[in-house]
């Protein structure tokens, strides 16, 4: 009988993948692309399967390793950014390996949809020196994690797995292979193995370089993975020795690159790294000329130039932005010295409303924001919702490193001898993450910086996913609330101010008090997000067109609910976006702004 076979996305494939290979745990910290793939798995995840999300990717990448040292297979989540947070476990881990078999599924963003660098995992994966796998699509993220597991439990080591936006987002049918029970799992004493104390270390550290050639070797057989395709038009399915043109690309590159060389011969590497030597060079012996085309940086081209085999590649493909295959058929035509003559882009619709990138209708950040453009502060942000403070009209971020860097920069700049006030601003998922630690180094230095937590009580930009200070886990159990409060009071922090944003005269008075004060102080701006109460604020507002004076200062507050198609028609408030927060009744000096009648 066929396998039924299901429509999925590369991140529900991958859920399902970890259920079917016999995952006994799974950890992360949501990451657009990567979020769905633990939330699917929490999804369909029967007894026995355990999931969450930890505070970190650090600590997730840890709590991950644990599971596998006891034996049980595990999983860990993240986007490509986490694994710089999690990059201290993962260079010990590959020194130490594992038990049960771990797969650490790394979503990468090229063209930078939703993040702040466009980094390439594969660089990881050389520096750990741990294998690393490539899907092209759903089925074959399915097929590769399964996978995964077996070069982990086999080489008793991690295995990363790469995807990209367009392979977590995309769907495909996928055909799910029957499911296989879970380890055994006792943990089993071995210190020379798992205590890397230099004496141990150093032979763990030979070992490595051992198990990356066998490696190697493995992946240059395994044509499941690693592939030669043949040149898929008719009369180009002659028998080699040559081809004019051969490809080695990996991911979903090499899906769109086929698309535009369909008269070509392929290399597609699924694994990638250790790098399947024999099988380029055996490749590469049977084409004339050699390009390769890579999502990323070029880090299969600088090896096989490295094995002295000539080849084109970043000197025709783009190195920066996502790889389509309209820009790889211009790749293309610069390989063959003519223009691309591409399809015209289809033309937007002239009636498409602009979607600037802003805060919500009624978002309590931006009743925040619009107390703090009151004061001349320098304010460093971080990465959330929040981050979209820096655009007009509010303007309230003037920079953003890392998650938890809002605290630290603002200390920095603070030490420096910056002369104006500086504010430090996190928001509660970022402050569990890592901006405790950000707080705790102001007190012990008592840095003169403002911390700001901007608590609107969940993950809110990954799609409102529970974090320590929510009292919910992934898996719908109640738990312990961390306070913010409390935490910071435990660092040693005396001045901790609460507030509700949207009493912007109280918000006000409390941001006078604290810019003046000396010393670190801490100010909780709470209120929740409205999209995850999924109910409004208080009732509706409206414009009274009598008593309005069009002179525009609600306005000033950024709300989308507030229209005003021109400068000489008086703004109306939009019924169906309207969260009642009353921001915007607070800023209207002739009080035109009122509760809507009959709420
Ligand atoms: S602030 Fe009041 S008076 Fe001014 S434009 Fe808005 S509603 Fe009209
Ligand atoms: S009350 Fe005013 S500021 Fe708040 S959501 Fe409604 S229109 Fe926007």
């Known amino acids: 009988m066929k396998p039924t076979r299901q429509l999925l996305s590369g991140n529900e494939a991958l859920a399902l993948a970890a259920i079917d290979g016999g995952t006994s745990a799974a950890f992360g910290y949501p990451g657009t692309p990567s ?138 049918l996928v055909a799910r292979a029957a499911p296989r029970p879970q380890n055994h799992v006792q943990f089993v004493r071995n210190p020379p193995q798992f205590v890397p104390l230099p004496i141990w270390g150093r032979k763990l550290r030979v070992g490595i ?37 051969g490809i080695v690309s990996s991911g979903v590159a090499a899906l769109h690159a086929r698309e535009i060389f369909p008269d070509s011969p392929m290399l597609k590497l699924g694994w990638a790294f250790p790098f399947p030597d024999g099988l380029i060079r055996d490749f590469a012996a049977t084409v004339e ?16 130039r490295a094995l002295g085999i000539a080849c084109d590649g970043k000197n025709l493909v783009p190195r920066c932005g996502e790889l389509t295959p309209a820009r790889i058929a211009e790749s293309r035509a ?39 453009a009151r004061f001349d502060v ?32 603002a200390h920095g700049m603070t030490q420096a001898g910056e002369p104006r006030r500086v504010v430090g601003i996190v928001g509660d998922s970022t402050f569990f993450h890592s901006g405790i630690t950000g707080l705790l180094n102001s007190v012990y230095n008592q840095s003169p910086a403002k911390l700001i937590v901007v608590d609107n009580r969940i993950t809110a930009m990954t799609g409102h996913q529970d974090h320590p ?92 609910a507030i229209e005003s198609p021109d400068k000489t028609a008086k703004p109306r408030i939009n019924e169906t976006v309207c969260m009642g927060c009353s921001l915007c009744q607070a800023l209207c000096k002739f009080g035109a702004i009122a509760t809507r009648a009959g709420q």
């Open 289 to 304: 000329r050699l390009l390769v085309i890579e999502e990323g940086d070029p880090i299969l081209e600088e090896h096989i």
């Open 35 to 172: 979020t769905e793939i633990l939330e699917n798995l929490a999804r369909h995840a029967a007894p026995g399967l355990y999931c969450e999300w930890s505070p970190n990717e650090k600590v997730a990448l840890e709590a991950a390793a644990g599971a596998a040292l006891a034996g049980g297979r595990s999983i860990v989540t993240m986007k490509h950014v986490g694994l710089n947070v999690a990059a201290d476990p993962l260079m010990t881990l590959s020194y130490i390996g594992v038990v049960g078999g771990m797969v650490i599924c790394v979503a990468d963003d090229p063209g930078q949809h939703s993040s702040q660098t466009e980094q390439d995992t594969r660089h990881y994966a050389r520096l750990a020196k741990v294998p690393i796998l490539e899907p092209a699509n759903a089925q074959e993220a399915y097929d590769f994690l399964r996978e995964g597991f077996e070069i982990s439990e086999k080489y008793r080591c991690p295995v990363i797995l790469r995807t990209t936006t367009c392979v977590s987002h995309s769907r495909c």
């Open 469 to 560: 200070g929510t009292g919910t886990t992934l898996m719908g159990r109640s738990t312990h609330a961390a306070s913010i409060e409390a935490l910071a009071a435990a660092c040693g922090l005396e001045r901790i101010r609460v507030c509700n944003p949207y009493d912007q005269a109280a918000l006000h008075t409390i941001l006078e008090e604290e810019l003046a004060a000396d010393g670190p102080s801490l100010i909780i701006s709470r209120a929740p997000c409205p999209l995850h109460l999924k109910r409004r604020i208080a009732p509706q507002r409206r414009i009274d067109p009598d008593l309005c004076r069009n002179c525009r200062a609600c306005l000033k507050c950024g709300c989308p």
């Open 334 to 372: 610069r390989l063959e010295g003519r223009s691309a003559n591409l399809p015209a882009p289809v033309p937007e619709a002239a009636d498409l409303p602009g979607r600037p990138p802003i805060l919500c209708a009624g978002c309590p950040h931006r009743a925040l924001f619009h107390a703090l």
């Open 209 to 245: 370089e051992e198990r990356l050639d066998a490696q190697a070797a493995d992946a240059a057989r395994r044509t499941t993975l690693n592939t030669i395709l043949p040149a898929a038009t008719a009369d180009c399915q002659q028998p080699l020795p040559t081809a004019p043109l």
């Open 378 to 409: 320098v304010v460093s942000g971080d990465i959330g919702c929040y981050s979209l403070g820096v655009f007009p009209p509010l303007n309230q971020t003037d920079t953003i490193l890392c998650m938890g860097g809002g605290f630290t920069v």
